[in-house]
């Protein structure tokens, strides 16, 4: 097991204030079929005991404008979408946003977000893609560090019109995960990797379509094929990606910045 680490107490930096919320929010707690690692509390506004993470927005979060998520039941993702087969006259983009059209539901239940983004990235990091991989040294753990940032990840949101509405660490995809296990730039970055590799590994590319429907959208990224820590988020279909560009690049590099100051204190 691996042991409690206690948070660090970082500097804010002069527009953090202003950047963080648009109004304050209230603490939410859910339990997930599996532990997280305890060094998740590391983070400012997370707190891990096993299977129990509580989340206060108000101090996780970078900003966040937003209380509502779009999602749908994963149990029915599992029965009528994972099967479904693309062909010459329907694709796989259509298929899941059909799907999410149909079943897709509007919640101010965070805690319901983070179940459903947990069985997601269960399944799209499940241990079978280990041997299909092709990296050299990428574990069993490392599966387990996606599932965990990736499950947090699903908090962070953009809106149709491309502006980014919530934003927490865990979008600074290898910033977070060096900070919480104790990673070298080049193993987050392998992480980094992977988790967008899906981009480019057409079998799960497609998986990916698929699962995110759970989600009420589909994985953007705002990185090139090396990971840049422009990070990622589950958009709806539609989604202006020009204005989603231009948001991204003008916060980026401050709250990337917060970040790393997280790291440099556990480390100190």
Same mark, same amino acid.
């Not at 304050?24 to 060094?39: E, Q």
């Not at 979060?61 to 994972?82: G, I, M, N, P």
């Not at 319901?112 to 574990?139: K, M, P, S």
């Not at 947090?152 to 019109?161: G, I, P, Q, Y």
């Given at each position: 097991?691996?042991?409690?680490?206690?948070?660090?107490?970082?500097?804010?930096?002069?527009?953090?204030?202003?950047?963080?919320?648009?109004?304050?929010?209230?603490?939410?707690?859910?339990?997930?079929?599996?532990?997280?690692? =305890?060094?998740?509390?590391?983070?400012?506004?997370?707190?891990?005991?096993?299977?129990?993470?509580?989340?206060?927005?108000?101090?996780?979060?970078?900003?966040?404008?937003?209380?509502?998520?779009?999602?749908?039941?994963?149990?029915?993702?599992?029965?009528?979408?994972?099967?479904?087969?693309?062909?010459?006259?329907?694709?796989?983009?259509?298929?899941?946003?059909?799907?999410?059209?149909?079943?897709?539901?509007?919640?101010?239940? !965070? /805690?319901?977000?983070?179940?459903?983004?947990?069985?997601?990235? =269960?399944?799209?990091?499940?241990?079978?893609?280990?041997? %299909?991989?092709?990296?050299?040294?990428? =574990?069993?753990?490392?599966?387990?560090?996606?599932?965990?940032?990736?499950?947090?990840? &699903?908090?962070?949101?953009?809106?149709?019109?491309?502006?980014?509405?919530?934003?927490?660490?865990?979008?600074?995809?290898?910033?977070?995960?060096?900070?919480?296990?104790?990673?070298?730039?080049?193993?987050?970055?392998?992480?980094?990797?992977?988790?967008?590799?899906?981009?480019?590994?057409?079998?799960?590319?497609?998986?990916?379509?698929?699962?995110?429907? &759970?989600?009420? %959208?589909?994985?953007?990224? +705002?990185?090139?094929?090396?990971?840049?820590?422009? +990070?990622?988020?589950?958009?709806?279909?539609? &989604? /202006?990606? !020009?204005?989603?560009?231009?948001?991204?690049?003008?916060?980026?590099?401050?709250?990337?910045?917060?970040?790393? /100051?997280?790291?440099?204190?556990?480390?100190?």
């Amino acid at each position: 097991m691996t042991p409690t680490t206690s948070r660090p107490q970082a500097t804010a930096h002069p527009h953090e204030l202003q950047a963080r919320t648009s109004a304050a929010s209230g603490a939410f707690s859910v339990k997930l079929p599996t532990p997280f690692d =305890t060094r998740w509390n590391r983070l400012p506004g997370l707190s891990v005991h096993g299977c129990q993470i509580t989340v206060d927005p108000n101090e996780y979060f970078f900003r966040f404008e937003s209380h509502t998520w779009l999602v749908a039941d994963w149990k029915l993702v599992q029965e009528q979408l994972l099967p479904v087969q693309e062909t010459a006259a329907s694709a796989v983009e259509q298929f899941a946003l059909d799907f999410v059209k149909t079943h897709g539901r509007s919640t101010e239940d !965070p /805690s319901l977000v983070l179940r459903t983004a947990h069985e997601v990235y =269960t399944y799209l990091f499940r241990e079978e893609h280990l041997n %299909g991989l092709g990296i050299t040294g990428f =574990t069993r753990a490392h599966l387990r560090m996606l599932r965990e940032a990736s499950t947090l990840m &699903a908090l962070n949101k953009v809106e149709l019109d491309g502006h980014i509405s919530n934003v927490g660490p865990c979008w600074f995809f290898p910033a977070a995960t060096s900070v919480v296990y104790d990673l070298d730039d080049d193993t987050g970055a392998m992480l980094d990797e992977v988790y967008h590799g899906g981009w480019f590994n057409e079998h799960r590319r497609i998986e990916s379509i698929k699962a995110h429907a &759970a989600l009420g %959208g589909r994985l953007v990224h +705002g990185c090139q094929a090396v990971p840049d820590q422009s +990070g990622g988020v589950v958009a709806p279909y539609g &989604a /202006s990606m !020009p204005a989603f560009r231009e948001d991204l690049g003008a916060f980026k590099g401050e709250w990337l910045e917060q970040v790393y /100051s997280y790291r440099a204190l556990t480390r100190a």
